[in-house]
Structure formats: C-alpha cells, structure tokens
C-alpha cells in the first residue's frame, strides 16, 4: 500500500557531513508524524529525530545542534540534514512515517524504509 525509500547514505569522515532523504509512494492521503531512527551493531533502535505533520521537531540529546529534520509535504519526502558527523553516529538509519492510506474505508498505519547505511570514520 505504502513504501519508503531511503536515500543518501554513505562513508563520510569524522567531522563531515551528510544528507538522508526518505520518499513516500502510494495509497497516501496524508502523513502526519515522521521521523528517523538509527540502529548500531548490537545496539536497540533508537530515535533520532522526528516532525510533525505542522512542521514541530524533537531530537535525540545525542544529536541536538548537529542534526536537522525537515520535510517537504508536497513531496512527501523527510530529510535528516547530519553534519559534525562522529563515529558514533555510524549506524543503519531508518525512517517512518504515520500515513493516512487511501482505502475504503480509510485507516492510519505506520510505516519504515529498508534502511540506509552511514558510516562515519575516525
């Protein structure tokens, strides 16, 4: 009904910076809440950042200051904008997304990519 696909991930060096980018196709009607969540190598997933529908931010102490979340509505595409990257930061990255899906009748269900590598190094 819905996918997510990432993009932008990579091999970056300590201190650098990089842009991810998640698009949302299908049955949409709208999408209220997304956000980008990370996993390390033997480590839980964990929030990264998220946004609201009308544009509101969170973000994980980690990351406050260096990350940036944004979203194109029309697009129906979420960015997480990463800079002063450190080696910790190096893990798969995931987004999701609370989607409307065009059905009858209509009903709301969360969604998440495939996940996009970032790996950044010392």
């Known amino acids: 009904q819905v996918q997510l696909v990432e993009s932008g991930g990579g091999l970056v060096q300590a201190g650098g910076s990089l842009r991810v980018s998640c698009a949302a196709s299908?049955?949409?009607?709208?999408?209220?809440?997304m956000g980008w969540h990370r996993q390390a190598p033997g480590k839980q997933r964990e929030l990264v950042a998220g946004?609201?529908?009308?544009?509101?931010?969170n973000y994980a102490d980690s990351v406050k200051g260096r990350f940036t979340i944004s979203r194109d509505n029309a697009k129906n595409t979420v960015y997480l904008q990463m800079d002063s990257l450190k080696p910790e930061d190096t893990a798969v990255y995931y987004c999701?997304?609370?989607?409307?899906?065009?059905?009858?009748?209509?009903?709301?269900?969360?969604?998440w990519g495939q996940g996009t590598q970032v790996t950044v190094s010392s």
């Open positions: 299908g049955r949409i009607i709208s999408i209220d809440a």
């Open positions: 999701n997304a609370e989607v409307k899906v065009r059905s009858w009748p209509p009903y709301r269900d969360d969604y």
């Open positions: 946004i609201t529908g009308g544009g509101s931010t």
